[in-house]
């Protein structure tokens, strides 16, 4: 559950993995959440090139770097040289590598 409602979707700010074989990312979203309540799956589309995610968390809006959020979305082959793809926004975000 969110701190207060919005009517603006949260939107992707940026993802990260280990390495270029794992099947999971971290995702963060440009919004404060309750550690205590689960977030909504998010849609994923999976490509060769991209993997498209729709997120089903409204934002509260204002300053959307105030808080990020992170989660963990597993996918179906490894994350390779692919990018993230905000459905929504139709951002691409580059996959930071941290391992």
């Not at 992707?12 to 919004?31: C, E, K, L, P």
């Not at 994923?44 to 989660?71: F, N, Y």
């Amino acid at each position: 559950m969110l701190a207060s409602c919005g009517t603006d979707w949260a939107h992707v700010q940026g993802a990260t993995a280990h390495t270029r074989s794992d099947t999971s990312i971290s995702v963060n979203y440009g919004v404060c959440w309750l550690k205590n309540t689960p977030m909504p799956t998010p849609k994923i589309v999976e490509s060769d090139t991209a993997v498209r995610i729709t997120s089903e968390v409204h934002s509260p809006g204002g300053d959307s770097k105030a808080c990020l959020t992170l989660q963990t979305i597993t996918l179906a082959k490894p994350i390779g040289d692919r990018v993230v793809v905000d459905a929504r926004t139709g951002k691409t975000i580059t996959v930071a590598f941290d391992g």
